[in-house]
């Protein structure tokens, strides 16, 4: 468990009979520290299938997986950014792409912007719990603090936070169409 990010987590469900219940309770122990960046996440759930079946028992994120979301899935995490510091830019980008199951960016074929610049087949909804951050895409940037929502088309993008504190973000990503894919 990380001494800093701890979520809590409720997922409902039935009882035999048909009653709604309380599964389960607690913090999420699905803890991930993303090496290098020092990205801590929670992964809270997983969905395999669309519609999504309502009607799982069990703990749906309890498994190895990356940034996407499964083919006709969806995924919620909870992310916290540590400020950028002076190694941020030596860290290999196609490592840290590597190590998230993500896309290189796709932006004409030259470097990336940034070392954390990536992309997913996903829809994704973001929404910033606490903090600030800037958000990268090819060209432009957009500045994002508590309170901010963001839907993401599956673009290349970085997060970056060049703050003094933590940010928190809540995502969901849901499996998408490649809006790259021109076949």
């Not at 796709?106 to 997913?120: D, I, L, Q, S």
């Not at 957009?142 to 940010?167: P, Y």
């Amino acid at each position: 468990m990380h001494p800093t990010h701890q979520i809590r987590r409720i997922v409902t469900g039935h009882d035999d009979s048909g009653k709604a219940i309380v599964e389960m309770d607690g913090i999420c122990p699905h803890v991930k520290v993303r090496p290098g960046a020092g990205f801590v996440s929670s992964l809270l759930w997983v969905t395999d299938e669309t519609p999504a079946r309502a009607d799982v028992h069990g703990d749906r994120a309890e498994r190895t997986i990356g940034v996407p979301p499964p083919p006709n899935g969806s995924i919620l995490r909870v992310v916290d950014f540590p400020p950028v510091d002076e190694n941020t830019e030596k860290i290999d980008q196609a490592e840290l792409v590597k190590s998230m199951g993500a896309q290189h960016h796709a932006h004409g074929g030259g470097p990336a912007r940034h070392p954390y610049m990536h992309r997913t087949k996903s829809v994704d909804y973001a929404i910033v719990l606490q903090g600030e951050i800037d958000m990268l895409l090819d060209d432009s940037e957009v500045h994002m603090k508590a309170g901010d929502f963001l839907i993401q088309q599956g673009t290349n993008h970085a997060w970056v936070n060049r703050s003094k504190e933590v940010c928190r973000i809540a995502f969901v990503l849901i499996d998408g169409v490649d809006p790259l894919d021109k076949a």
